[in-house]
């Protein structure tokens, strides 16, 4: 099963705190990337790129790199145009505030007063309450993610047939939340805007925008109309081993439809620094005033998200506003800091394109704190491209052998991850070279045992070449892994295996007692109710008005069958019982007339906050009070004077400022002590490993991203949510590891390199301390990365709890 992932993320690096500017860094800077693009455009298969850099509101930076056209070998210009995917969002933003500040649009206004030629379909939510200021902060509750292309031979849909889902895939554009309350990226949302645009004006989408932001920011060689001109300037459009790919067309313009230069973007950049003192000069559309606003975060959005411009909060980065952008083969982002005046724009037209501008964006963000940074920026390279290489060379007779190789005597060159051999296998498979897909599928499924995609992938190749026994085994395999497959479990119905049948096959048994136990409603906080019903042994959930099956996994772990969604079950220690799905957690409602489940608070816990941990969705002082416990909410300034000793547990949560972590750096003393009295302090140290921390008994720790860690205490009470599973796989499974670890220490996990565990990077621990108890984490507990590490979070409250009694007991 091929999955694109339309996003990338940012590198946490490292860094002092050393704000100053320095000119020869930042020459030393662009003659660096003078020798370093064009070996990062040849590592990962980019023909080209643009990047433009701003210091002090000045440009000193504006070029292109390698090549726009491979085929004709032309080079990348200021002047070639390049697709920048979700970047359009931004631009488009621009465009409705333009009718927010001209008095045309009302920012709180329902969407739908704006909306005459069509209208969100109805649902459980009020559709009045999806604004425009929603719509733009991507906090409506809206569905539709983002936008496949269409092809120059594609007749494209309009706008009404792409919101009622004519769109190439993601489906229609609905209300699947309620609006105002949480935060979900929604591409849809901004077609919806769109439409806005052309009904208050009475203009076309692309002629409004070129008339009234464009143009008069003179971004003349931009356009969200493609046109022959438009084309005839723009870069090729390659995948991501740097093969030539038809152009993407968008109906969902705003969303993702803007071509533009990089000299024009660098002017649009320029116009966002509303504090600079040319900013009119730059920009006479929009006030400095609504600009700013624009760059606030809204609430519901946890920091993360303004009005068209991402937030960026974390002490390397904090200041920064702007947008990323991922289409088929166009990888672009771009950054500006209001506050000091710079910026940072980068477009690719590769597929790949992410890791380039991940590279460059790691050493830019060092530049601005005054520090050379290029050897923490190293991107690895991907091994699938290596395998191409040798493939297309030599042929795939000996690749089994050569991964081997490779891997064993390079096993930090390359990144070796899952997605990297299934994506090449897909390439092959895309241009029905089904003999050599099938070997590279082969290869990932030894590499990656436990991983259900690998062996849907494989069973899709091994159908395609005619093996049906060998496939359907494969298929069977990957649902065993992941009941939540609803592709695998579309194809075996297909070839004759019943959704009952697999149901039966997967699903443990389980007491009809504890099945009847999590029967019932639960809620919550926002007041979401979810209706959990038992049916013949088995269990099953209404969600968006679908009754789905309920496979078992363990005894508090269920998958929701073909859906993917994971259902955990508890009982915490303070007795509430309650689930986590969703990444949120929902108390389990009594059968009394008021429906309140009441658990006697129990548990007094401190948590050191200054700001949200990843805009997640559910965090510690969402669980506490759900499960019954009392807490209090300090910043960190309080942790040179606050009295630690009533407290049962101490919260130390991931993701802090800089500020945050010397605090706690210049009090360990005070919480050194609490420990060694009698108290349990939890660390979620992502990203405090870059930092100096030194945790009680001397232990340290050493900065290094892991994208596999092994669960070493699967019996653990802290990973019974994970209900046995052995490996944790994220984009950052950890972000460092322990070193000075006391023999009495409890390993909980530890990395790997994808093949074996090394029992000597401890990234989960727990040991005592005195009287009392650490417990200290590289991991992060949401699952916004789809590692499944969310419902941690309640059972390692819980378990701390339980800890704390342990010691006063």
């Not at 020459?27 to 455009?41: A, G, M, N, S």
């Not at 897909?426 to 050599?436: I, P, Q, W």
């Amino acid at each position: 099963m091929f999955n694109k992932l339309l996003f990338f993320f940012v590198v946490i690096i490292p860094i002092t705190l050393n704000a100053q500017h320095d000119l020869k860094s930042t020459e030393q800077f662009v003659q660096e990337l003078e020798k370093r693009i064009p070996q990062l455009l040849q590592d990962f298969s980019v023909p080209g790129a643009a990047i433009a850099i701003i210091e002090n509101g000045d440009v000193v930076l504006q070029k292109g790199y390698g090549l726009a056209d491979v085929k004709n070998r032309e080079k990348v210009t200021i002047k070639t145009g390049f697709n920048i995917a979700s970047i359009s969002k931004t631009v488009a933003a621009w465009g409705v505030m333009k009718l927010v500040q001209d008095g045309k649009i009302d920012l709180d206004a329902a969407a739908e007063k704006y909306l005459s030629r069509w209208q969100l379909p109805e649902s459980e939510f009020n559709s009045d309450e999806v604004t425009i200021r929603r719509l733009l902060s991507h906090t409506a509750g809206l569905s539709l993610h983002g936008y496949p292309g269409w092809s120059p031979s594609d007749t494209l849909p309009t706008i009404e047939q792409s919101l009622n889902g004519k769109n190439n895939g993601p489906g229609p554009v609905e209300i699947i939340l309620k609006p105002g309350t949480q935060y979900k990226y929604s591409g849809g949302g901004y077609t919806i805007l769109q439409l806005v645009i052309e009904e208050v004006t009475g203009q076309s989408f692309e002629d409004f925008m070129q008339q009234e932001i464009l143009d008069p920011l003179g971004m003349t060689n931009s356009s969200y109309k493609i046109d022959r001109d438009i084309m005839a300037a723009s870069a090729s459009e390659y995948g991501s081993f740097g093969e030539l790919i038809d152009f993407e067309l968008f109906t969902a313009q705003a969303a993702a439809g803007l071509h533009t230069t990089i000299e024009d973007f660098t002017r649009f950049a320029l116009a966002s620094l509303h504090q600079h003192h040319d900013q009119k000069k730059n920009n006479t559309i929009l006030s400095a005033d609504i600009i700013e606003q624009m760059m606030k975060p809204v609430p519901a959005s946890h920091g993360g998200y303004g009005l068209g411009y991402e937030i960026l909060s974390h002490n390397i980065l904090k200041g920064l506003r702007g947008h990323s952008g991922s289409n088929a083969g166009w990888q672009s982002m771009f950054m500006v800091d209001p506050m000091t005046n710079d910026g940072f724009i980068v477009f690719t037209n590769g597929g790949a394109g992410y890791t380039i501008i991940n590279a460059v964006y790691c050493e830019w963000t060092a530049l601005r704190k005054g520090q050379e940074m290029w050897e923490n920026c190293d991107m690895q390279p991907s091994i699938a491209n290596k395998l191409k290489q040798i493939i297309d060379e030599k042929g795939i007779e000996q690749i089994t052998e050569t991964y081997a190789r490779i891997k064993k005597t390079q096993p930090e060159k390359y990144n070796y991850a899952e997605n990297q051999l299934n994506n090449l296998g897909y390439f092959y498979l895309g241009r029905n070279e089904v003999e050599k897909a099938v070997a590279l599928f082969k290869i990932n499924v030894a590499a990656y045992p436990d991983a259900f995609n690998v062996y849907d992938s494989y069973g899709e190749a091994l159908l395609k070449q005619g093996h049906k026994e060998e496939a359907i085994k494969n298929y069977i395999k990957s649902i065993e892994l992941n009941p939540g497959n609803g592709n695998g479990i579309n194809v075996l119905n297909t070839l004759g295996i019943s959704s009952d049948d697999l149901i039966e096959r997967f699903s443990m048994s389980i007491d009809a007692e504890v099945l009847n136990g999590y029967a019932g409603r639960y809620q919550t906080s926002t007041g979401e109710i979810l209706k959990i019903e038992e049916h013949h042994g088995k269990l099953t959930v209404e969600k968006q008005g679908l009754r789905l099956d309920l496979v078992a996994q363990s005894t508090a772990r269920f998958i929701a069958f073909g859906d993917g969604s994971i259902f955990s079950f508890f009982t915490a220690a303070t007795g509430q019982k309650g689930l986590w799905a969703g990444d949120r957690i929902w108390r389990k409602l009594s059968d009394s007339p008021n429906g309140l489940s009441v658990q006697r608070a129990t548990g007094n816990f401190l948590v050191f906050r200054n700001k949200s941990s990843w805009n997640r969705l559910t965090d510690f002082e969402n669980v506490l009070p759900e499960i019954g416990c009392t807490y209090v909410q300090q910043e960190s300034e309080a942790m040179a004077n606050l009295d630690l000793s009533p407290y049962n547990v101490v919260i130390i949560p991931g993701f802090q400022d800089s500020a945050y972590y010397k605090n706690y750096i210049d009090n360990v003393a005070r919480f050194n002590d609490y420990v060694a009295k009698g108290g349990i302090l939890l660390l979620e140290l992502n990203p405090g490993v870059n930092t100096s921390f030194v945790l009680p008994r001397g232990i340290t720790m050493t900065p290094h991203s892991a994208l596999e860690n092994a669960i070493v205490a699967t019996d653990h009470p802290i990973f019974l949510p994970l209900s046995g599973q052995r490996r944790i796989w994220a984009r950052h499974a950890s972000s460092g590891y322990f070193q000075n670890v006391p023999d009495d220490a409890d390993i909980l996990a530890i990395e790997t390199n994808g093949t074996d565990a090394l029992p000597d990077r401890p990234t989960f621990i727990e040991y005592p301390y005195g009287k009392g108890r650490v417990i200290a984490a590289f991991q992060c507990f949401h699952d916004r990365d789809g590692s499944g590490r969310g419902p941690m979070m309640e059972s390692v409250i819980s378990y701390a709890l339980t800890r704390s009694r342990m010691v006063t007991e």
